[in-house]
């Protein structure tokens, strides 16, 4: 599939610059490009380690022959800076408030039309799980997924906090760090689209694609995943200061 040639000039613009960028530092291994769709829009769905994986998440999807358009909320589209890079590159404004936000991206997803593909971090912030696994997600992906009936793919992804550590200031872009990406087949809610949206429907659709997530996540770090997802709502004083980013040997 060849790389996406957004209308977009800001697009364009900004992926000329990003991607080299992001080459020099990366040694990328990209893999599970099969799984990802070809007609039709889709919901991308990955771990969310560090401020830098936001980039490598994109880019994965970019070179696949993907226009990424991401989930921001609608007071930053008002923003001098930020809002005219979202707006120029057509990323999708979400209001407040879950049911809103569904709706918001039913809208988008009819309008992107054939191909769109929307990239969402499912935990909506940092993992703040000490050993850097994905954590308890909030469910607005749930009530998106139910709504637009889009598949959801499930995108595991680990290296990028080898460049910029969890909560880091200074990147450490030299010399080039590995870098994997994996997209996963897509989540099977088909049972689930005709419940009602609950608590126990939502946490189900969730349950499903971070269990997917974590899976991939496992295969590329070749380790055990902890028997429970860390909650930050059980933890209200867990500390920033206490998070790292594990040691891990890499060729």
């Excluded at 991401?70 to 979202?86: N, Q």
Aim: contains cysteine; hydrophobic residues 40%; aromatic residues 8%.
């Amino acid at each position: 599939m060849p790389i996406a040639r957004p209308e977009s000039r800001l697009y364009r613009l900004i992926a000329r610059i990003v991607r080299p960028t992001m080459f020099s530092m990366c040694r990328y291994e990209w893999s599970g490009s099969e799984n990802l769709p070809t007609e039709g829009g889709f919901i991308a769905a990955a771990n969310h380690v560090t401020e830098l994986d936001a980039l490598t998440f994109v880019h994965y999807l970019f070179d696949q022959g993907f226009e990424p358009r991401v989930l921001a909320k609608r007071s930053l589209f008002s923003a001098p800076v930020v809002g005219t890079a979202l707006r120029g590159t057509n990323m999708i404004p979400v209001d407040r408030g879950s049911a809103a936000a569904a709706r918001s991206l039913q809208r988008a997803g009819e309008e992107l039309g054939d191909g769109a593909c929307v990239a969402i971090f499912p935990e909506g912030t940092l993992t703040r799980d000490p050993d850097c696994w994905p954590m308890e997600p909030k469910t607005g992906l749930a009530r998106i997924a139910l709504t637009t009936r889009l598949p959801v793919v499930p995108i595991a992804q680990w290296g990028a906090a080898d460049i910029l550590p969890r909560y880091g200031k200074l990147p450490r872009p030299f010399p080039r760090k590995r870098v994997q990406v994996v997209a996963g087949p897509a989540v099977d809610l088909s049972d689930l689209y005709d419940r009602p949206q609950d608590a126990a429907t939502l946490r189900e659709v969730m349950n499903r694609v971070m269990d997917a997530i974590t899976a991939l996540l496992a295969e590329l770090r070749d380790e055990q995943p902890p028997a429970h997802r860390f909650d930050l709502r059980k933890h209200p004083d867990y500390e920033v200061k206490k998070m790292h980013y594990p040691p891990v040997e890499r060729p």
